[in-house]
């Protein structure tokens, strides 16, 4: 079996650049086709982000309110970080089941606001992108050499750091020094667990489907 970043860039890792570089497209192009108005009373804003009170009702706004941003800053931060995402992911040569996993993290993150009704309107991509280094470093810790899992130990524990210093219990929003817009630390919290916990979930379906592989593969041998 291929060990994680080892050789060539695999088509695997490939598709996860393209995932996470689409979302920062997108992002970008639903931006600049709102012009000046940039605030949550946007078109675009109203017409995509997540709102609580219309999750049942409109559950699809858990995929789109990834591409609403309220202000040029934001946008910026996120598109960087879109694009130190697409290179984790592609350092790390991830497999397949770690897009799948990003995928099933993707609506979870928002629907995991629910559990702060007072957060009436969200947008971003900050949330699906701490799914993202979650799902990657759970990847290389379960998958890994003995130096990624080292590297995965590290990322894992400032992510744990990082997100136990925002507080998200403290309060639904908050304004750091130096943004223009409030900010929802609920949602890295709401977006790293289940990344996390996809990206083990089929780590270990992995493992076990080669396991069974293994073993009827030995049961050929000696038919």
């Known amino acids: 079996m291929t060990q994680p970043g080892t050789g060539a860039v695999p088509a695997s890792a490939w598709t ?7 979302m920062a497209a997108v992002s970008a192009t639903l931006h600049l086709m709102g012009g000046e108005r940039t605030d949550s ?11 609580p009170a219309l999750a049942r009702a409109e559950p699809w706004r858990a995929w789109t309110a990834v591409f609403v941003h309220l202000s040029d800053l934001h946008l910026a931060a996120n598109l960087a970080g879109a694009v130190a995402v697409a290179a984790w992911g592609a350092v790390a040569r991830v497999p ?15 629907w995991g606001l629910t559990m702060q009704p007072e957060l009436r309107h ?64 609920g949602a890295h919290l709401s977006g790293a667990l289940p990344g ?28």
């Open 16 to 22: 996860w650049v393209v995932i996470a570089l689409s």
């Open 41 to 51: 009373a946007s078109h675009w804003a109203q017409a995509l982000d997540w709102q």
């Open 96 to 110: 397949a089941r770690c897009s799948i996993a990003w995928f099933i993290a993707w609506p979870l993150t928002q």
């Open 122 to 185: 969200y947008g971003g991509l900050s949330g699906v992108l701490h799914a993202g280094v979650s799902v990657v470093a759970v990847h290389l810790a379960c998958s890994g050499t003995r130096a990624q899992r080292r590297i995965a130990a590290v990322v894992l524990a400032a992510l744990a750091a990082k997100l136990l210093s925002e507080m998200p219990w403290a309060s639904a929003i908050s304004h750091p020094p130096g943004w223009d817009i409030a900010v929802a630390p």
């Open 196 to 223: 996390a916990m996809a990206s083990a979930l089929l780590e270990g379906v992995s493992r076990a489907v080669a396991t069974v592989r293994e073993a009827l593969g030995m049961v050929d041998a000696h038919g």
